[in-house]
């Protein structure tokens, strides 16, 4: 929108941008995605350094989450109440907007800390040495084979839940410990659908390597959500958490019957 039509439409209803987008959309994706549009539009300082100021906590810090409540809090209504000095909104005659303002912030730089989550993930290399990490490919194996006992650390067996080789560890290279945590988070919460996906990949004609399909749908979708293709989704919820990337790829196989 150019500046003077914002100019003429600030005139005649007394309302700024954010305002008429929040008091024309309801909750959800399509407000957000307009708040964060017209943020990142604004040739305001004040509104430019409150981007960088919560894109700084959120994306390179990684501090905008539920476990540093308080300070996000805190960041929020400071950035609130800057927007309302700035284009002179009586806080107190526009409460509505306030809440769904605060709303938008929550989420747009929570999938900002989403990334930055799903990036250190990714960046942690699978170590053998680390008791942690095999921990989590043991539970991997138990999950999707209950009844029957791994022989050996390193096996032919892993081929049986579709992994290259003897050991899987060279099949989270490229997606790190992001690639294992999702089959372990699909296995173990969807039990029963990993399963049956699992039986359903030994297809003798149809078949396809459960392990390594996992791994590239995280891909696909890591690449999702860096284009911002995942708004639609996450911008439905208050902090885009691992939890969540997690849970929306398990959706997806079982709703393809297909990893």
């Keep these: 929108m150019n500046g003077r039509k914002i100019s003429f439409l600030r005139r005649t209803t007394g309302l700024c941008e954010l305002q008429r987008i929040c008091y024309r959309h309801d909750k959800g994706a399509k407000r957000t995605l307009s708040v964060e549009n017209s943020i990142n ?27 540093n409540k308080q300070e996000v809090a805190k960041l929020v ?57 095999e921990a989590l490919l043991m539970s991997l194996w138990d999950n999707l084979m209950p009844d029957v006992s791994l022989t050996s650390r390193v096996s032919k067996q892993w081929t049986e839940i ?3 080789g003897e050991d899987p560890k060279s099949d989270f290279r490229g997606m790190g410990l992001l690639g294992l945590k999702n089959l372990v988070y699909f296995s173990q919460h969807f039990a029963s659908a990993a399963r049956h996906i699992l039986l359903h990949s030994n297809h003798p004609t149809q078949g396809y390597p459960f392990a390594i399909t996992g791994i590239n749908i995280t891909f696909i979708a890591y690449n999702l959500l860096m284009s911002g293709q995942l708004k639609t989704h996450f911008f439905n919820t208050y902090f885009s958490t691992v939890i969540y990337f997690y849970t929306l ?11």
Excluded: P
């Design 41 to 67: 539009l604004s040739r305001s300082k004040v509104i430019f350094k409150i981007r960088e100021k919560l894109s700084s906590l959120s994306r390179t810090e990684g501090r905008f989450n539920s476990a």
């Design 162 to 164: 579709g992994f290259q």
């Design 77 to 133: 209504e400071f950035a609130i109440e800057g927007i309302c000095v700035e284009k002179t909104i009586k806080a107190s005659v526009h409460q509505e907007f306030l809440v769904a303002l605060r709303i938008c912030f929550l989420q747009i730089y929570g999938y900002q800390q989403l990334i930055y989550d799903v990036n250190a993930l990714k960046g942690e290399l699978y170590d053998a040495s680390d008791d942690t990490h």
């Design 249 to 259: 790829i398990a959706f997806g196989s079982i709703r393809n019957r297909k990893m």
